[in-house]
């Protein structure tokens, strides 16, 4: 099952040659936020209209050595989290899109 992570491209740069990836969002809030394909369209648009370009990870759920949850989020709508660092192996593809065109 692919899971997909938004990051800005600044910070996928910097971090793309790490064993593992660490969101800004574990430490603040203890989790990496994801979402499902058909969710990533309504993420772009709540959190990232007034950014021009975005990376989107496609993650091999299976490989993550995180746990995985899925938990009720914005309007109680399941959303996956990866309580710990993503390790790079589940990570299948990195795609950088201008906002508004992400996978379906």
Not at 22 to 51: K, M, N
Request: aromatic residues 10%.
């Amino acid at each position: 099952m692919l899971i997909y992570h938004i990051v800005l491209p600044e910070v996928w740069a910097e971090a793309k040659h790490r064993t593992f990836y660490e969101a800004e969002s574990l430490a603040t809030e203890g989790f990496i936020h994801c979402s499902y394909a058909d969710q990533l369209d309504g993420v772009v648009e709540r959190y990232y209209s007034g950014v021009p370009e975005i990376v989107v990870l496609s993650i091999d759920a299976n490989k993550l050595t995180s746990p995985l949850v899925s938990e009720p989020s914005t309007n109680g709508e399941p959303y996956p989290h990866i309580y710990g660092p993503i390790n790079n192996d589940p990570i299948v593809a990195a795609e950088t899109r201008p906002t508004g065109s992400v996978p379906a």
